[in-house]
């Protein structure tokens, strides 16, 4: 890893990820800055997290925009203002426009509870028990303007059994989330990723 790369972390609620986030790249010493914490929502509870562990927060409420257009233009000031290397999308849950996601190709992640192609969009655990698959996971992309697509950085597995509720596989499914999203953070800012036709090369 060479010089000192910049991430910005949206989040909307909870934070689990970014705490995951933070704390594995303070436990591996990443020659990483965690510029700021940024959430559409006043209330969210990672907030919190953030600012005891001395990252800039700031909140760009989307409530304040009328367009989706204006709401996207107001936060890309806001992650500007910390010049990132890489913007991660932390359980950040807005549609966005493609102007938006164009400007950040490339430099931009995204954590999504699911085995995706399969079951994009909400509800992913709620989707997975109704469809009766057998396998569930988590997948980490590159952003592009088709919602919860791109190209696949990482995907962790995890088997769905008896008895199994949304809530029970969805802990099942967190709990990875919290290992492979920094993973693939990591594979970022130590710059071994590549997008060749669609589909994420990792140097070794
Ligand atoms: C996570 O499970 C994340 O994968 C999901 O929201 C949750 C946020 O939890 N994201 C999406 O559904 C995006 N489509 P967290 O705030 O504790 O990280």
Not at 36 to 49: E, H, K, Q, T, Y
Request: hydrophobic letters at 50%; a neutral charge; proline letters at 6%.
């Amino acid at each position: 890893m060479r010089a000192m790369k910049s991430i910005v972390i949206l989040i909307s609620g909870r934070g689990s990820n970014m705490e995951a986030i933070v704390r594995t790249a303070r436990a591996e010493q990443w020659p990483v800055r965690i510029a700021a914490v940024i959430s559409n929502r006043p209330d969210a509870a990672g907030l919190a997290f953030a600012a005891q562990h001395d990252i800039p927060v700031a909140v760009v409420p989307n409530k304040n925009y009328a367009t989706r257009e204006e709401f996207d233009s107001a936060l890309k000031a806001e992650i500007d203002k910390f010049s990132p290397d890489l913007v991660v999308l932390a359980g950040f849950l807005r549609i966005l426009t493609p102007a938006f996601v164009e400007y950040y190709a490339g430099r931009m992640l995204n954590i999504h509870p699911s085995l995706l192609p399969a079951f994009p969009g909400l509800a992913t655990h709620r989707q997975a028990l109704d469809a009766g698959v057998k396998v569930h996971g988590a997948t980490v992309h590159f952003v592009t303007a088709h919602l919860d697509h791109g190209p696949i950085v990482a995907q962790a597995v995890v088997p769905i059994l008896a008895g199994d509720t949304e809530e029970i596989l969805a802990a099942r499914v967190l709990e990875q989330e919290h290992l492979i999203l920094p993973r693939a953070i990591r594979w970022f800012i130590e710059g071994k990723l590549s997008i060749e036709n669609g589909c994420v090369h990792i140097a070794s």
